[in-house]
DNA sequence: CCGGTATCAACAATGATTGTTGAAAAACAA
DNA sequence: TTGTTTTTCAACAATCATTGTTGATACCGG
């Protein structure tokens, strides 16, 4: 993702109007690499902006991945999650307790499928999801402790 | 996932009742390589047993995955995948544009996290979807149309 | 300044899934 | 066979993330 700036500029290029509401989800996008829900991104721009709707904050969201500069996740924890890293491609670590998303930044190179084993798809792309526990969860896991059911 | 006769017993040794409609599940889930949803499975069922509920096919499709004999799947469709084929660790091919999912055998040893950049993650498991178009897909992807996209 | 967007609140709708209820049917142990 | 327990069913309502709608207000930008 670029900087709010240029971001403030591509919006206009594409005939798009800038407001508060839209700079502030730039700011609060900028660097962040929690991979956050749109729930998140509300509660976070809410701080400085305490009446914006979360609808603002959807289409925001689609504004910007629509143009590119950040892609939606499905990761399995039941949100779309919002990833303004799109420069590196990268994986995905996620908590089976608390659900939290972080990059793997590593290269895979591997990823070849053997002669004959794709069943004729024409394979564009590829994902990895490693599941686990996060460092916090790992810390309060003594013993107990459920995991949060994937979706649904 | 075992054979219907097993399953069965496996029900009857868990406690619970076996029932015209978990056996005609069993059979459905037999060797079904499409990964269907609850409602494919509904479907599928329904040409035998025209007034089998959706939430008995549910309940069951839960057991299954309760007892290990089938594997819940989260592959941004939308919906929840049912995988009765528990015995080897595989991955899977997701058609972007009519959404079927194909089993990948293949390995894929090489997916050893390169020191430091699990971010103290304790790593259990690991996923790929590979995406792409189906066989069908590509021949009818003469030119234009659109992707499903991905989950909301 | 003016026209076109954008935003807002408030609300309804979606779609997959789960929960509830009460009645009827079936399973199965004795 | 009988009696207890489970399962199923239909018909609903509820959930949750997300999208759509409306009408009024705000404000961006040429
Ligand atoms: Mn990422
Ligand atoms: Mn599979
Ligand atoms: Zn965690
Ligand atoms: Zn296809």
Chains 1, 2 share one sequence.
Not at 22 to 36: A, D, K, S, W, Y
Not at 78 to 90: A, E, S, V
């Amino acid at each position: 993702m670029r900087t709010p700036e240029e971001l403030t500029e591509l919006f206009r290029s594409s005939g798009r109007k800038i407001t508060a509401q839209r700079q502030c989800i730039f700011r609060v996008l900028q660097g962040n690499e929690t991979h956050p829900s749109a729930e998140t991104v509300h509660a976070m721009v809410s701080v400085e902006m305490e009446t914006i709707s979360l609808k603002t904050v959807y289409q925001t969201l689609h504004d910007l991945a629509e143009l590119g500069e950040i892609i939606s996740l499905d990761v399995g924890t039941g949100m779309t999650r919002f990833d303004p890293n799109t420069g590196d491609p990268h994986h995905h670590l996620v908590c089976r307790k608390c659900r939290s998303v972080r990059d793997l930044v590593a290269g895979f190179p591997d990823l070849q499928i053997p002669e004959g084993a794709d069943l004729g798809f024409e394979v564009g792309s590829a994902e990895i999801v490693f599941r686990g526990l996060c460092p916090d969860c790992q810390l309060s896991a003594q013993g107990q402790g459920a995991d949060i059911p994937v979706r649904a």
